[in-house]
């Protein structure tokens, strides 16, 4: 699955984990899968902060590129 399509399931497991008509051993799963997704999610996210270049622009109007800091977060 791409990014954006575990995101919309990530949505489509919240809602589901919202309606009172959803059974434990239903939750359960939803929860399960959630965290999984969570996992790759933030696995995806890690990589793609690392990949990251901020481009700058120097004195002579040329283009450079340096990594992005990372915040901590």
Do not use: C, H, W
Not at 24 to 35: D, F, S, V
Not at 65 to 73: R, V
């Amino acid at each position: 699955m791409s990014f954006e399509s575990d995101l919309r399931r990530m949505e489509e497991i919240a809602d589901l984990l919202k309606n009172e008509n959803t059974g434990l051993e239903k939750a359960i799963k939803l929860y399960q899968e959630a965290n999984e997704l969570g996992k790759k999610l933030s696995r995806t996210l890690s990589d793609i902060q690392k990949q990251a270049e901020v481009v700058t622009s120097s004195d002579e109007n040329v283009l450079e590129t340096e990594p992005l800091e990372d915040d901590g977060e």
